[in-house]
Each structure stands twice: as C-alpha cells, then as structure tokens.
C-alpha cells in the first residue's frame, strides 16, 4: 500500500529558504555584484547582435554603390563577430567570479549541517537513520549549487533578456509585438508555475522513498553479521526492492507528467512566435519594415524563447533544489532538546564529587525511569550501581554527561549543578568506557589518541601500556598504524576495552564512569582487563555501573538499583550480610559460574 504523498512545500517556504540561502552568499556580495555587472554586460551584448544583423541585411539589401556596400558589410560583420565575442567573454568572467561564492557557500554550508548535527541532543541521534541523513545531507548540499547556478545564470539572465528585448520590440516596432511576448510569456509562466507545482508531489515521494531506501540499505550493512546470523539477506533485500520499487512508479509519473508539461511549454510558444512571424511578415509586404528589420524580430524570438523554453526545466530543476533545500533548512532550524544556559559557566573542578539529589526521569512520560534517585560520591571514591536489567542503570550516565536533562531532582558535579555549566566543560571532566565501545574506521593510533588530540605518540604508548594493550599491537604487522575497520569490527569485544580504558587513563579526567564495562566479556576476558579498569580508578573519582557484581566487590559503596528506586546500599560483606536482592543477584551469578566451569570440565 502506497503511503500518503507528501504536499508541496508552500512558496512562502521557498522564499524564507531563499532569504536564509541568501546568509551564505552575503560575505561574498561584492564579488556577486561584479559578476552581476558582467551578466548585464553579456545581455546587452547579445541583444545588440540582431541590431547589428538587421543592418548588415539592410547595407546588403540597399541600392548604393558595390563599394560602399561592401566597406559598410564588413564593418558591421566585424562589429557582429565583436559583439558575439564579448557576450562570451562577460559570460566566462561571470562564471569565474561566481565559482568562489559557490563553492565557499557550498562549504559554509555544509560545515553548518555538520556542527547542527552534533549540536542535536542523543534523543535525536538515536531516532535517525544514518543512510537518509546521509542522503538529505548530499541532496542538500548538492541543491545549494543548484539554486545558485539556477538563479544566477537561468532565471536573472532570461528576465533581464525578456525586459531588453521588450524595450526594444516596444521603442522600435509598437506595442503590437511587445503585447504578443508579454501574453506568450505571461501563459507560460503561469501554466508552467502551476502544472509544476501539481507534479512537484511526485519527486517529493521520490526523495522520502530515497532517503527510506537509503537508510534501510545502510541499517543492513551496518548489521551485517546480525543479517547473516538469522539468514536474513531476503528480508533486507525485499525491503530495499519494495522501496524502489514504489520509488520508480513515482518516478514514472514524474517523467509522464514532465513530458506532459514539456509538450504544453513548446505549444504555447510556438503560438506565439507564429502570431509574431505573421505581423512581421504582413508589414514586411506592405513596406511598414524591412526585410533587416524581420530578421532582427526572428532572432530577438529565438534569443528569448529559447531560454524561455528551457525555463520550465530551469524551474523544475529549481523546484527540485528547493524541496531538497527544504530538508536541510528544516535541520538546521530544529533546536537541541539540551542547551546551555545564557548565562553558564564553565566547570572548573577542586573535589570530583559526585551528588543525585531526588532525580527523576522518563524517556516517555508513560514510562518513568528514575523515581526519587539519591546518592553521593565523595571525591577519590569509587561507587558501584547494580540491579536487574531494565532498573535504570545506564540512564544514571547519560544523564550525568548530560545527553538528557532531568525530570526534577538535581544532579551536581563539585556542587555545581550540570544544568549550570557548559556541556562542553562538563563532559571535558568526564571520562567514560562504555559496554559497546564505538570506534572510526582508522588507525589504532588514531582512536587512542582521539581522547587527548594534544598527546604525545609517547602518551599514547603509555596509557595502551596501562590498558595492557602494548602487547596485542606490537604483535599486529601494522602496529599503532593499523586500520581498525568501521566500528572497530576488527577488534575483538575485550580488544576494544582495552582501547576503551587507554582512552581514559589518556584523557585522565577526575571522574570516570565505568558503564557496564565488562557485561559482554566472557569471565576470562574479564579478568584480564580488571586491572585495566582498576588502575584508570586510581586515579579518579568513579561511578562504576555494573550487571556482573564479581567486578564490583572492591567499591566503597554498593548500590542497588531496582525499579529505578534505591533499595540497598552498603558494602560487598554488607549487602550479603542484608540476605536482600543483592545477595540473590549474587548467588545466582556465581551458581552460573560455576554451572560454566562444571560443563567446561566435564567437555575436557
């Protein structure tokens, strides 16, 4: 079933588009106003060409002496292929003028885009598919040069042609010929306008079908092993086919209805030029003009009509631009769900302590998180947070790095509340190795160093030394140089730790949160990361967020999250002593250690 085709964007959008397109060519207004001033210069370069043909025709045509004739002949000639010539040179300085504005504005907006998209608040990012945002982002882009070149060197020239040719047609031959171009004109604007509008919906569909096709093509690469665990490649590949498939019919009717408008442009002019050939001819008979004078009106009709005629696939092709502009300028007007203050400070941190005061919180209103959450940690101290899986765990990060604000309630790093500092100071303090860690498709040096861009190769060597890393990489045949593949595909999940914790002791920040940091390691990678992840602790305050408790037993204080309440705290031998559900949760991991022990020994 087709889904609903999107309405056209309103004109009164495009023109708001337009003015806010306009702020990335401002900076460059002199140099646009010189390639204007050569725009003008080739117009009426190119116009005078007739005026020059109809008197060559004319000296040709008259009854005077061979010799003047031909003096005359080959002064206009000369005068002709002068005029021919310089319409082409101003075009060409034009066009070299223009080609910095459009490519720096091109630029400048594309370097937006990107900052907006950091910009975006984590809820954003998480509901996004890349492949489209990568599309529009392209589209987008692309369509800024578009909407320059279009307007710039199609629809500006034709208007100024239209208003010379005019003026001319007006002052030299009556206002029979002018009210002829003018209805020609008039008519085809105006069904040109409206057929396009009305068809616009078909390539609205075709970009929505696109940017969805796109993104399902991506989704499955990027899962590709999980597409290859369920045997799962006809499922993508019939999503994608489904998507195309619709994405071509609509495709069908866009170039249906854009043969349809084709035809209808060349009828209307035609018409018109017809009725104007006519006029001329019959004064032509009646000696009202010359025969200079008809071959100067035929080549004013070609030199209108012929842009004229390719205006509607200038405005179509502008129509395109604008709808894909439109998806950019929708972008960079949404606004982060999480700024900062006026009036916020940067961070700056004496005690690296930690503080939750009653918070709550809810990814959707239906469904609250965190009910009344409360705790400390005093600075070098490490606390640990357990519970079952759901009980809100992971959110006690994102909302200390501040991916979300809270509900009510505070949070404060040092007694400053995060609400009242800079993001940027803020996570500047924070250190983090997450349970899936992310990485680019570089380097290792590469995504080590990218925890401190100002370390040393040496730093780096270090904190991998620290990590237990040194070892794995010199043993690669790339060492530091090789290419860890797109997310770090090429590592293993305890490789990517280590990587992780080397980030941190690179960054050394005075709070590190340790986000369940081991929960996909099996028990003997477990372990051998341990110190890892003990050492960076060391050296800070920590918040250590954890499904296996065995990971945990050291921490100062233990709390029990269930439910998004806080039903125990206390130490290890505390919490067991309290018999409650840590001690459950306690037991039933180890009753499944040592189940996995009892089965590898009986396999031996």
Known sequence: MHRRLEAPHSNRRDVQNLVKLSAYLWEYRGRVMIALGFLLAAKLATVAVPLVLKEIINTLDAESVQQQILTVAIGLVAAYGALRLASAAFKELRDSLFARVRYRAMHKLSSSVLAKLHGLSLAYHLERRTGSISSDLNRGTNSLSSIVNLLVFNIVPTIAEFLLVAAILFGGYGWQYTAVVATTVIIYVVFTLMFSGWRMQFRHEMNRLESQANGRAVDSLLNYETVKYFNNEPLEQGAYDGYLRDWSDAGVKSQVTMSTLNFGQTAIVTIGVTIIMMIAAKEVTTEVITLGDIVLINALMLQLFVPLNA?????????????????????????????????????????????????HFSYLPERPILKGVSFSVQPGQKVAVVGPSGSGKSTLSRLLFRFYDVDSGSIK????????????????????????????????????????????????????????????????????????????????????????????????????????????????????????????????????????????????????????????QGSHTELLAQDGLYSILWHMQQDSINESIDNHDSNQ
């Not at 606004?335 to 503080?355: M, R, V």
């Not at 190795?433 to 590469?446: A, G, H, I, K, W």
Request: aromatic share 4%; hydrophobic share 40%.
């Open 311 to 359: 205006l509607g696939v200038v405005y179509r092709g502008l129509q395109y631009a604008l709808a894909d502009m439109d998806l950019i300028i929708k972008l960079l007007e949404k606004t982060p769900e999480i700024e900062d203050k006026p009036n916020a400070q940067p961070l700056a941190i004496k005690q690296a302590g930690l503080e939750f005061n009653d918070v």
């Open 413 to 568: 790093v040092d007694g400053v509340d995060v609400r009242d500092c800079t993001q940027s100071s803020l996570r500047a303090q924070l250190g983090v190795v997450p349970q899936d860690t992310v990485m680019f498709n570089e380097s290792l040096r590469y995504n080590l160093q990218y925890a401190n861009n100002d370390a040393s190769f040496e730093d780096v060597k270090a904190a991998a030394k620290a990590a237990n890393l040194d070892r794995f990489i010199e043993q690669l045949p790339g060492g530091y140089d090789t290419i860890v593949g797109e997310r770090g595909l090429k590592l293993s999940g305890g490789e990517k730790q280590r990587v992780a914790i080397a980030r941190v002791m690179l960054k050394s920040p005075p709070i590190i949160v340790f986000d369940e940091a081991t929960s996909s390691l099996d028990t003997q990678t477990e372990k051998a990361i341990l110190d890892g992840l003990n050492a960076a602790a060391e050296r800070a305050t920590s918040l250590v967020i954890a499904h296996r408790l065995s990971t945990v037993v050291d921490a100062d204080k233990i709390l029990v999250l269930e439910d998004g309440r806080i039903v125990e």
